[in-house]
């Protein structure tokens, strides 16, 4: 019933060193439901009940949430093989705490929670590994919203900007890459507007510190994005 998902699935962390067979017994375990959403289309809505963690199949999706004046804030852009929902199903709440969006057209496969954390029948290995895998989860997930929260804490456009681009750098070892998020989804996650966020981009350009083109960017003065950074 899963098998053409096997290939993603093993790459998800939840599934992290599990062989084809095992993973198809857990799956016989859990019986996750399947969901198939146009671009666009609301996959998970703030304030409704939660259905269990989701993975996404295919396509990818935006996870984010809204102050009190309708500002959003993107909290996560989430590929094939990666997770969402994880820290709020396991909280005790039973209503989804942000909205996750279709970015494109995709399928989620959701796994309810209760059955993650409850062992299986025969008390199985590969279920053991699968609960060791959803601690190093949350717990990774816990550092990635504190160091969200470091980035609401940086006060000016240029740190905020330079931070951002220093990590990408880091993550992906060159001095040009492409940027994850689209500019609109990029302002949102800084908590800057995109009109601003376009201007300071194109005065860092215009100094020469970086160059870039659409979602290509290319830093041309390392030294001083770090100073910017500090």
């Given at each position: 019933?899963?098998?053409?998902?096997?290939?993603?699935?093993?790459?998800?962390?939840?599934?992290k060193?599990?062989q084809?067979?095992?993973?198809?017994s857990?799956?016989?375990?859990?019986?996750?439901?399947?969901?198939?959403?146009?671009?666009?289309?609301?996959?998970?809505?703030?304030?409704?009940?939660?259905?269990?963690?989701?993975?996404?199949?295919?396509?990818?999706?935006?996870?984010?949430?809204?102050?009190?004046?309708?500002?959003?804030?993107?909290?996560?852009?989430?590929?094939?093989?990666?997770?969402?929902?994880?820290?709020?199903?396991?909280?005790?709440?039973?209503?989804?705490?942000?909205?996750?969006?279709a970015?494109?057209?995709?399928?989620?496969?959701?796994?309810?929670?209760?059955?993650?954390?409850?062992?299986?029948?025969?008390?199985?290995?590969?279920?053991?590994?699968?609960?060791?895998?959803?601690?190093?989860?949350?717990?990774n997930?816990?550092?990635?919203?504190?160091r969200?929260?470091?980035?609401?804490?940086?006060?000016?456009?240029?740190?905020?900007?330079?931070?951002?681009?220093?990590?990408?750098?880091?993550?992906?070892?060159?001095?040009?890459?492409?940027?994850?998020?689209?500019?609109?989804?990029?302002?949102?996650?800084?908590?800057?507007?995109?009109?601003?966020?376009?201007?300071?981009?194109?005065?860092l350009?215009?100094?020469?510190?970086?160059?870039?083109?659409?979602?290509?960017?290319?830093?041309?003065?390392?030294?001083?994005?770090?100073r910017?950074?500090?």
């Open positions: 019933m899963y098998e053409k998902w096997m290939g993603v699935l093993l790459k998800c962390p939840l599934f060193g599990m084809p067979d095992q993973l198809k857990v799956l016989s375990c859990l019986k996750p439901k399947v969901g198939s959403y146009a671009r666009n289309e609301c996959v998970a809505v703030v304030g409704e009940k939660i259905t269990g963690m989701g993975i996404v199949l295919s396509g990818d999706v935006v996870v984010s949430s809204e102050n009190i004046a309708g500002n959003r804030t993107i909290i996560a852009v989430d590929d094939p093989g990666e997770m969402f929902g994880e820290m709020a199903a396991f909280s005790g709440s039973d209503l989804w705490p942000s909205t996750v969006m970015r494109s057209s995709c399928e989620v496969m959701f796994l309810p929670a209760e059955k993650i954390v409850n062992s299986c029948e025969s008390a199985c290995a590969s279920h053991r590994m699968m609960i060791s895998n959803m601690l190093r989860i949350i717990s997930k816990a550092l990635a919203l504190h969200k929260v470091e980035y609401l804490a940086i006060k000016s456009m240029r740190g905020k900007i330079s931070t951002y681009l220093l990590e990408q750098y880091k993550r992906v070892g060159k001095t040009t890459f492409i940027l994850p998020l689209k500019r609109n989804e990029l302002a949102d996650f800084l908590n800057v507007s995109r009109p601003s966020l376009s201007r300071e981009m194109s005065r350009m215009e100094e020469g510190i970086i160059d870039f083109h659409r979602a290509s960017i290319k830093i041309k003065d390392l030294d001083s994005l770090r910017m950074a500090d």
